[in-house]
Nanobody, 126 residues
Framework: QVQLVESGGGLVQAGGSLRLSCAAS????????MGWFRQAPGKEREFVAA????????YYSDFVKGRFTISRVNAKNTMYLQMNSLKPEDTAVYYC???????????????????WGQGTQVTVSS
């Protein structure tokens, strides 16, 4: 099992930047393909980005491509989401998630992830 804790959320003006972190504990972090999702008030949780075991392959939703960067440092048991050029519509609770051991690639689908953090709030003011 792996436990996930997000941090780095906060209030930022439109056009600003934030970096979210997802710290993992428990089993070897490098065994887990990872992803970021978000959920805005009144909306369903949606895919943001995913990364494979080594960090070499990354996937993004269309609405963050070119603005957000997902990365991981396995030696630090941590995944990151660098968010630039933030927009008010990026306001949401951001969650990190881990796939079960045995899957090398990240996934766009929530159902493919077994482990979730508690979320961190990101608020972008206009």
């Amino acid at each position: 099992q792996v436990q996930l804790v997000e941090s780095g959320g906060g209030l930022v003006q439109a056009g600003g930047s934030l970096r979210l972190s997802c710290a993992a504990s428990g089993r070897t972090f490098s065994s887990y393909a990872m992803g970021w999702f978000r959920q805005a008030p009144g909306k369903e949780r949606e895919f943001v980005a995913a990364i494979n075991l080594s960090g070499a392959n990354r996937y993004y939703s269309d609405f963050v491509k070119g603005r957000f960067t997902i990365s991981r440092v396995n030696a630090k048991n941590t995944m990151y989401l660098q968010m630039n050029s933030l927009k008010p519509e990026d306001t949401a609770v951001y969650y990190c998630a881990a796939r079960p051991v045995g899957y090398a690639s990240g996934s766009y689908s929530m159902e493919d992830y077994d482990y979730w953090g508690q979320g961190t709030q990101v608020t972008v003011s206009s």
